[in-house]
């Protein structure tokens, strides 16, 4: 079988230089992705044309050489496969129509959710097909209390304030939301390694704002469920989680969620991982995306940084959070670059 350094890395196997790859390594900083996105009529039928996915998410591997593609797709199929109103405007990212404590129960009554995933699944298989055998191939989804908080708020917010307060004083139909969209995680994760994913992230975007009950409660448990279901039926599926903002939540997240690698966002302290998790515990990340905007000697410096932090465990090498628009691409080639080649 072909080495791929960086699956070999989330499983445990500390290399001699970090693997990398880039979270929204496939996007608008690529003139060529804006081409392709001309030729969709929205993001979501981006999301859902194979032809156009599959391109989208190998053109990063065109230009660098990064150790894996990440299946280009959105968080947010699944509130839209499951029958939630969802869509991308211009300016303002997602809008959705709110659920209430009422249309929960509709939910995912009206057609299967993996039917209408069908064609993401279809990527997936194209991608396995056409990737270079020592290139990692990951999918992934959004976690369920991220996620929940765009179907109960309708929107990104600062605080989440909807989801939050929806949880205190619904508890009985946020506990049905949750269920709902653990099991379709399992389900549409499973699906997605039965395609050809080896490895899947789970992305926790807005793990912060909550005290260390509502943590445990709507990230650490949802996100343990779905390493559970999916391991019961992909033995050993190898799992990034990635909390962003959990802060002093971290080394109880990775405890008892069971991931494999835990993804730092850029604001983890360098020397976190040394003090408060198991070495033997594989990260990610955690370069603030702004220092590759900016570019020069600040940036080598930063990833020499990096690099040195995490050079006694495994280590993946990843921005900590998404690349922004505006980023050059020689400056995405220099960091690749450094970090292949020191």
Known sequence: MTHKPL?????????????????????????????IRTKAKNFLELCYTPDLATEVTLQPLRRFDLDAAILFSDILVIPDALGQSVRFEAGEGPVLDPVSVES??????????????APVLETVRRLRAGLAPEKTLIGFCGSPWTV?????????????????????????AFAALMDLLVQTSVDYLVAQFEAGADVVQLFESWALNLDDVAFAERVIEPNRRIVEGVRARVPNAPVIGFPRGAAGNLARYADQTGVNALGLDYATPLDF????????????GNLDPLRLVAGGAQLDARVDQVIAAFADRPHIFNLGHGIVPE???????????????G
Do not use: C
Not at 13 to 33: C, K, S, T, V
Not at 163 to 171: G, I, Q, S, T
């Open 104 to 117: 929960i129960a509709g939910l995912g009554k009206e057609r299967d959710a993996l039917d209408h995933l």
């Open 148 to 172: 929940a908080t765009y179907m109960i708020g309708g929107r990104g917010s600062p605080d989440q304030a909807a989801a939050r307060l929806f949880a205190l004083r619904h508890p009985e």
């Open 7 to 35: 699956l070999a890395t989330v499983l445990g196997q500390r290399q001699e230089r970090p693997p990398i790859w880039i979270m929204r390594q496939a996007g608008r900083y690529l003139p060529e992705y804006r081409a």
């Open 273 to 284: 991982a040394a003090q408060h998790l198991p070495s033997s515990l594989p990260v990610q």
């Open 327 to 341: 980023t050059p691409i020689e400056h995405v080639e220099r960091l690749v670059n450094r970090v292949k080649n």
